[in-house]
C-alpha cells in the first residue's frame, strides 16, 4: 500500500516536499510517477523517475518540480517550488512496470499501484 504525505497549506512561491512511501515493494524496479488532480478536473500527470533513474516531467512543472529516490529508504520524493495557485490539487504517487516509455510513464493506465493522495494548496 502506497503511502503520500507531506501536503499542506503553501503561500505561492513557497516549497513542499513530498514523499512515497511502500512497504514490501522496491521503487528501484519500478517507475514511480507522482499525478494530481484539481477540483473538477482530470488526473494528470506531474512526474515520473523510471528503475534506471531518469526522469520524466510535464512542462508545466519544468524546473519547479523535482522527483527523486532513496533507494535505501525505498521512497520517492516530489520536491515542489515556486509553487501556484494553479498548483493546488490532491497529489498521489502510482506505481508501475520497471522502465516504462515515455509513452506510456504519463498514462495513468500504466500505474497498478496508487496511493491516497495528500491535498497540496497553494494561497495567492
Known amino acids: 500500500q502506497l503511502q503520500a504525505c507531506g501536503g499542506g497549506l503553501v503561500q505561492a512561491g513557497g516549497s513542499l516536499r513530498l514523499s512515497c512511501a511502500a512497504p514490501g515493494r522496491t521503487f528501484s524496479r519500478s517507475t514511480v510517477a507522482w499525478f494530481r488532480q484539481a477540483a473538477g478536473k482530470e488526473r494528470e500527470f506531474v512526474t515520473a523517475?523510471?528503475?534506471?533513474?531518469?526522469?520524466v516531467t510535464a512542462d508545466s512543472v519544468k524546473g519547479r518540480f523535482t522527483i527523486a529516490r532513496d533507494n535505501a529508504k525505498n521512497t520517492v520524493y516530489l520536491q515542489m517550488n515556486t509553487l501556484k495557485p494553479e498548483d493546488t490539487a490532491v497529489y498521489y504517487c502510482a506505481v508501475g512496470g520497471g522502465s516504462l516509455i515515455t509513452s506510456s510513464v504519463m498514462r495513468l493506465s500504466s500505474y497498478d499501484d496508487w496511493g491516497q493522495g495528500t491535498l497540496v494548496t497553494v494561497s495567492s
Open positions: 523517475i523510471r528503475s534506471h533513474g531518469t526522469t
